[in-house]
């Protein structure tokens, strides 16, 4: 069973996750935005440029700006779109390990061990090392988990976790 705090981080973890994932698709969508947009002013200011400081024809200078855009566009517009895939990786590497984080420890054990659940056996933990436990106080004791694995006669592992008491 999960406590209201283990809940509360889960959701918090989750929500950085799609806010990542957010980001990596918002990145990939203003690339193609600005790509797509072509600048114009930018264009016409270039053009002029190279008019004026290198005595260029208006043909000859809007040539090389076109030159230097498809370069721009060709090679320019890998860098977001990495950007875009990093941060959707990131997005789904939070949202996978919230998953984790909660899924039943019967599953987690089937998934180690690779195994079906339904040979998984969870003993129920001990308590009665616990300070609220009779009599109140310290108890100098703790619980380990133990987990033995055996395979059965077809071949599967059988999943056995335990409770040994260990004195402080």
Known sequence: ????????IGIGIAFLGLI?????????IMANRAIQAGDSLAFDKR????MQEQNYSEEKAIAAVQRIKERT??????????????WRIVGLTVLGLVVWVFLPAK?????EYET???NVIIEAKPHNCDWETAPLGAKNCHYE???IVRKDAAGKNNVYVSWDRMQD
């Open 20 to 28: 990542a994932a957010y980001f990596g698709v918002r990145s990939d």
């Open 107 to 111: 599953t987690k054990y089937a998934l």
């Open 73 to 86: 566009t060709k090679y320019g517009s890998l860098i977001p779109k990495i950007d875009a895939f990093l």
């Open 145 to 147: 988990k133990d987990v």
């Open 1 to 8: 069973m999960t406590s209201e705090l283990e809940v509360g």
């Open 116 to 118: 079906d659940s339904s």
């Open 47 to 50: 053009v002029r440029k190279l």
